[in-house]
């Protein structure tokens, strides 16, 4: 049998092609526009840093789609299904090395936009000494778009693994019109998950609002409303996880050569 | 020796439409068996059920013993596992994704194969023509180490030359109690390997012989012997 370390490499090699290859345009771009505008005479110091966070704001979302596209992939397909291994330890590695990949984007980001700054530290106006309150937003703030991360992807691969079920139990002539009000299904949840979710996104933009970083947070409550909006997320991932996974064990088959 | 695998009254039922019926059979260890029927009989539904890469079916699908899929999966290689990989890779690449995720894969193996099917393994996978892309299957396939080979219509649409490459790789690589189940179109192509015949018609198996039988008893070449189940009907292959 496969062992669970192996699964998670292996998923990590096919994302992080993905991620370097995203990177990789986005340095392209970076340096591009950097040269128009040395050439064109709009150059300033903090014109990397906002390339930066302007381009990799566009690849993270890029990033975010591909991988959960490789993914999505990676449940139909035999290479990955065919895997000496159960299909919960499948499910689990695909998730958890999708999940890592981004975390890898982000800290490659994180360098991106240090080297990009590399003259405010230098000169040393660039400084980490925020308040004590503001660096516990920071956490509730990543806590809480990590957590959310997991939830859309998961939740893609819910409505996906449903389609797949209740495909099977039609005809095959009329696929493309069920897939075609499954659509129209696939909204109308969606936005009763938005709902659902509406409780955390509130909490996340009160604490935008409050400024980030630069005022003291005026509401304790925000920050509880953070950790607790994360968790709920959390309760949900692993609620939709073990559907996904009942689903992949009995309903989830691999594409046919004539899919 | 018990049965290398026991199936017993299997059915099979997707979009609204049955492709099998308590199906039962067994394959013993140690042997070539040819499992032939007309398109869309069933043959790539049975091999899919068997590799565990269909999971949703009623019966029993034992293999040494064993009935839970992700055990079948460690016991089984299938021909049509390389489907789903991204065909920009080279063949090197997936030979190595193969080592890291087959524990029975054996790379040493694989290179030996792919050397004598005269593989570039510089190549990526969409610049292979059919014949290439059948020959790496087979080498990917018989790389790993295992009882049960899925051999799904490996020489559809290739020429003659590669077909005799490839079948020369089948009976070199096999295992030597390893068992191979065999489809296709081209029953003369295989016959002259085979040791059992497995007809599936109508949503089962209605035979299952072997291939000396066939020849003394009936009297019949293994062609001769599967046509004589199309006779009058229409959907001979």
């Given at each position: 049998m496969t062992s669970t370390g192996s699964l998670i490499k292996t998923f990590w090699r096919q994302k992080a092609r993905i991620i370097h290859g995203a990177v990789g345009i986005e340095l392209i771009f970076i340096i591009l526009t950097g040269i128009y505008n040395l050439f064109k005479g709009?150059?300033?110091?903090s014109l990397p840093s906002s390339l930066t966070l302007g381009y990799g704001s566009v690849a993270g979302f890029v990033v975010f789609v591909l991988l959960a596209q490789k993914m999505e992939r990676s449940w139909v397909a035999n290479s990955y299904r065919?895997?000496?291994?159960s299909d919960t330890k499948l499910y689990c590695a695909n998730v958890a090395a999708t999940f890592l990949s981004y975390l890898y984007f982000m800290v490659l980001q994180v360098i991106l936009l240090a080297v990009s700054a590399l003259k405010f530290f230098i000169d040393g106006e660039a400084s980490f000494d925020f308040p004590a309150e503001a660096w516990q937003y920071l956490t509730g703030g990543v806590l809480i778009f990590i957590s959310l991360l997991l939830f859309t992807w998961v939740f893609i691969t819910l409505i996906h693994f449903v389609t797949i079920t209740i495909s099977a139990f039609l005809p095959t002539i009329r696929q493309k019109l069920f897939r075609f009000i499954l659509i129209i299904a696939v909204i109308i949840i969606t936005l009763f998950a938005g709902n659902w979710i509406d409780s955390g996104v509130q909490a996340f933009s009160q604490w935008l609002l409050s400024g980030f970083g630069l005022a003291a947070p005026t509401d304790t409550n925000v920050l509880l409303g953070l950790y607790l909006s994360s968790g709920d997320f959390l309760l949900s991932v692993i609620v939709m996880s073990a559907i996904n996974v009942y689903l992949l064990k009995h309903w989830v088959e691999t594409k046919t050569s004539m899919d | 020796m018990t049965d290398l695998l026991a199936i017993k009254d299997l059915s099979y039922k997707r979009n609204m439409h049955t492709i099998l019926t308590d199906l039962s059979l067994t394959l013993p260890h140690n042997a070539i068996i040819g499992l032939l029927g007309a398109n869309g009989a069933g043959k790539t539904t049975l091999m899919r059920l068997i590799a565990g890469s269909a999971t949703e079916f009623h019966g029993e699908i034992r293999l040494n013993d064993e009935t839970a899929a992700s055990i079948r999966k460690s016991m089984v290689s299938f021909s049509?596992?390389?489907?789903?990989?991204?065909?920009?890779?080279k063949l090197n690449q997936i030979a190595d994704f193969y080592d890291r995720v087959?524990?029975?894969?054996v790379r040493a193996d694989f290179d030996k194969l792919a050397q004598q099917l005269e593989?570039?393994?510089?190549?990526?996978l969409n610049q292979l023509s059919k014949g290439n892309q059948r020959k790496f299957t087979i080498a990917i396939t018989f790389a790993r180490h295992v009882q049960l080979y899925l051999l799904d219509e490996?020489?559809?649409?290739?020429d003659s030359m590669n077909r005799k490459k490839i079948i020369a790789s089948i009976i070199q690589w096999k295992p030597e109690m390893a068992t191979i189940l065999i489809s296709d179109h081209h029953v003369t192509d295989i016959a002259n390997l085979l040791d059992q015949v497995i007809v599936v018609q109508h949503q089962t198996v209605v035979a299952q012989e072997k291939a000396d039988t066939i020849r003394e008893k009936h009297n019949q070449s293994i062609e001769d012997y599967y046509e004589s189940f199309y006779e009058g009907e229409n959907e001979h292959d």
């Open positions: 709009s150059w300033s110091d065919l895997i000496p291994t | 049509e596992q390389l489907a789903g990989l991204n065909p920009g890779m087959y524990p029975d894969f593989l570039d393994l510089q190549k990526r490996p020489f559809n649409g290739i």
